[in-house]
């Protein structure tokens, strides 16, 4: 397993795009996950999701975005990036082996917080990188109030992971009423980096319970790691 993440941002002293250096090591025509999270903290979920994308979709890695706010959070509830870093680090390096996984401070690094200018950003940069937009189930339920949403859906295909509680609404989602026509079988989603946007699946995968709200509520009442 390879981590790709040298220091501190360095300080911006020209047009970020031309300056910006991502450590990401992406070459030509590798097929490359898009995992972006709060990480707040990172566990066993988020490998389930990176690993059943890296199989079910065949890819040569996967990206962990720690992003520096989800702009549709609180920011009173999240830990400082350092701390989210170190944590998706720790959780991407229990994930299984295979192709690497990559944690990321990108949007850090570009100044981007929405989702849709970071997939501009990084699509501009690697223009011959098959990118995939990687996300949970709940996501996909909430997905039309993300800034741009059918502009992403438009940019990169998107494979989504089931998660545990949002099965009904994900599958009832604006979002995947919008864009039924696009949607690619399961047994197909190998496929899913090689075709044109809008292309998106849903895996349906063994589902893993674990989520961050939890994990932040068992460690204030002492019961850290339930
Ligand atoms: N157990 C899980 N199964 C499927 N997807 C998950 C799971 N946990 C997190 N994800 C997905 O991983 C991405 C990052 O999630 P995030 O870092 O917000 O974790 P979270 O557990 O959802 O956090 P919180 O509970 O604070 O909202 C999102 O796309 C989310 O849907
Ligand atoms: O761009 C948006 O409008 C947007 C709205 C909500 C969430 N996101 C992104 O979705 C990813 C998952 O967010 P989260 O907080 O559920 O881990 C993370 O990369 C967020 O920046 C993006």
Known sequence: MTFFHAG???????PRRGA???GLGLQPG????LFGGSFNPA??????????AL???DLDRVVWLVSPQNPLKDARDSAPLAERMASARAAAAKAAAGPSMIV????????????????????????????VWLMGSDNLASFHRWRGWTDILRLMPVAVIARPGSELDSRTAPAAARFAFARVPAARARLLPHLEAPA???????????????????????????
Request: charged share 25%.
């Open 104 to 131: 990321s401070d990108f949007e850090t690094r570009a100044d981007t917080q929405w989702t849709v200018d970071t997939l501009r950003a990084l699509t501009a940069r690697h223009p011959a990188v098959r990118f």
């Open 43 to 52: 566990h066993d979920g988020h490998a389930h999701v990176a690993e059943t």
């Open 200 to 226: 998106w699946t849903l895996l349906n995968a063994p589902l893993n319970s674990r989520s961050s709200t939890a994990l932040r509520a068992a460690a204030k009442a002492g019961r850290p790691g339930a």
């Open 20 to 22: 910006l250096r991502d």
């Open 8 to 14: 501190p941002a360095p300080r911006a002293s020209g």
């Open 30 to 33: 590798m097929k490359v996950g």
């Open 55 to 57: 199989r079910r979709l």
